[in-house]
């Protein structure tokens, strides 16, 4: 259990004896595999879950190398959590103060009056950050998935189809191509609508002249796929066609520069400059963000960010141009830092396509 050993190292430089974790990306990270409630307990001698019947037996199949421990009527979380902490001697533990409820935090805080509880300061998110091989392969396969199902759904995406309908075509898709399931809610966006960044799919139908913007991605073995392409649809209107146009000039512009050492902020200000020179103040959010067990995960690629990409790190590219009652376009892809530079799991073409 590396892992835990890894988490165990950075707790005991702030005096920690233990950690307890809720955060499901978390408990999947630590335990190398489990999926189901309840919490972890990491301390230096073993690492425990702790869950009800629904999970104990999927817990031992998940994370063998894990002790499980079983809550019933009679046993709550919280009475088991504290016979672990008496059993280990636990003076201080870092929990997820940034997850858990105010009043979860105070019970806890009642059932376990000598251990001093504290937060957990990201420390789990830090170790996240830089990503193993087999993590790298899980998000490969689901970034080939994604790109895959896209490819496939091309041909029978047409004018009047509905946001919603092109939605469920795309998620079927990926699910029949092996995913485990949606790393987001999928975003099919047409027309007006492609003004908002995370429209939820309508009944608005395509039109044409317009253009769609698809923003999705699949799961292999918890890992996420984030990708997003935006095409036409017959002869698109010219101002929508020199929107798409100078999207995808930016985030070219930014993928050129990413390398070990890039500073975030500074990618994010080379798409920025280029987008506000023709569209002030339409480019919003961020140019993108950290990808793993869960779809944002630190580093964050925006205005001022300082972090310094290593090989392991993985971010997306994803800028885009918002004018609302004329529409949107956004254009993103996957960059996973390697000693050398980055690769670009995302295949897809990116040369504006005109169905």
């Keep these: 259990m590396e892992r835990c050993k890894r988490l165990m190292r950075e707790l005991e430089k702030r005096g920690l004896d ?102 957990m300061k990201g420390i789990p998110e830090e170790l996240r950050l830089i990503k193993d091989a087999g993590e790298i392969e899980s998000m490969r396969a689901a970034a080939a998935i994604s790109c895959r199902a896209f490819g496939n759904i091309l041909d029978k995406i047409h004018p009047g189809m509905t946001e919603k309908q092109v939605q469920i075509m795309l998620d079927f898709e990926m699910l029949s191509l092996g995913s485990e399931g949606n790393a987001f809610d999928t975003i099919a966006a047409t027309g007006v609508n492609g003004s908002l960044c995370h429209a939820i799919p309508s009944d608005t139908a395509i039109q044409s002249g317009d253009l769609l913007t698809l923003d999705f991605g699949a799961t292999v073995n918890g890992y996420c796929a984030d990708m997003t392409r935006t095409i036409g649809f017959g002869k698109v209107k010219p101002e929508l066609k020199e929107m798409y146009n100078l999207v995808l000039e930016a985030q070219l512009a930014a993928l050129d520069a990413v390398r070990p050492g890039a500073l975030c902020g500074d990618l994010d200000k080379i798409a920025r400059d280029i987008l506000e020179a023709r569209y002030p103040g339409a480019f919003g959010h961020s140019l993108g963000h950290g990808v793993g067990l869960f779809i944002h995960e630190q580093p964050r690629v925006a205005s001022g960010s300082t972090t310094v990409l290593q090989p392991g790190h993985v971010i997306t590219i994803e800028p885009g141009v918002y004018i609302p009652g004329l529409g949107g376009c956004r254009i993103e892809d996957m960059a996973m830092l390697t000693s050398e530079g980055y690769v670009n799991p995302i295949t897809s073409p990116k040369q504006l396509i005109e169905l």
Excluded: W
């Excluded at 001697?89 to 979860?104: I, P, R, W």
């Design 18 to 119: 233990a950690a307890l974790l809720h955060r499901s990306e978390n408990m999947r990270y630590l335990t190398e595999g489990y999926t189901g409630e309840g919490c972890v307990f990491v301390c230096k001698d073993e690492t425990v879950i702790v869950t009800d019947f629904r999970y104990v037996e999927q817990a031992g199949r998940q994370a063998p190398a894990c002790r499980v421990v079983s809550t019933d009527a009679k046993h709550r979380e919280i009475s088991r959590v504290q016979e672990l902490t008496d059993a280990h001697g636990v003076k201080a533990m870092a929990v997820e103060t940034d997850f858990l409820s105010y009043d979860s935090v105070e019970e806890m805080k009642k059932q376990l009056p000598f251990v001093k509880l504290e937060g």
